[in-house]
């Protein structure tokens, strides 16, 4: 049981070094930025597009989606 609470303890204060490498980088993203889809839709990063409205005859309700058009990929 001591080796457990030793062993808890020595992983603990190697996350907390660990912690204090990592930076908080400060970046203006998108603030002000409008993009162009290529098709002709100019969209802000920020906002989403007009709402798509179809009614949906399974639930008897109308469904509003909001598209958000920020696409988040891996480039590397």
Same mark, same amino acid.
């Not at 030793?6 to 409008?34: G, H, I, Q």
């Given at each position: 049981?001591?080796?457990?609470?030793? @062993? *808890?303890?020595?992983?603990?204060? =190697?996350?907390?070094?660990?912690?204090? *490498?990592?930076?908080?980088?400060?970046?203006?993203?998108? *603030?002000?930025?409008?993009?162009?889809?290529?098709?002709? /839709? =100019?969209?802000? @990063?920020?906002?989403?597009?007009?709402? =798509?409205?179809?009614?949906?005859? %399974?639930?008897?309700?109308?469904?509003?989606?909001? /598209?958000?058009?920020?696409?988040? *990929?891996? %480039?590397?």
């Amino acid at each position: 049981m001591l080796l457990c609470i030793f @062993a *808890s303890l020595f992983r603990f204060k =190697t996350l907390n070094l660990n912690n204090e *490498s990592y930076k908080v980088v400060k970046d203006e993203f998108l *603030s002000n930025r409008t993009f162009e889809d290529g098709q002709g /839709v =100019t969209f802000h @990063a920020l906002d989403p597009l007009d709402p =798509t409205k179809v009614y949906d005859p %399974y639930e008897d309700r109308e469904v509003v989606t909001y /598209v958000l058009p920020l696409n988040i *990929s891996n %480039y590397s």
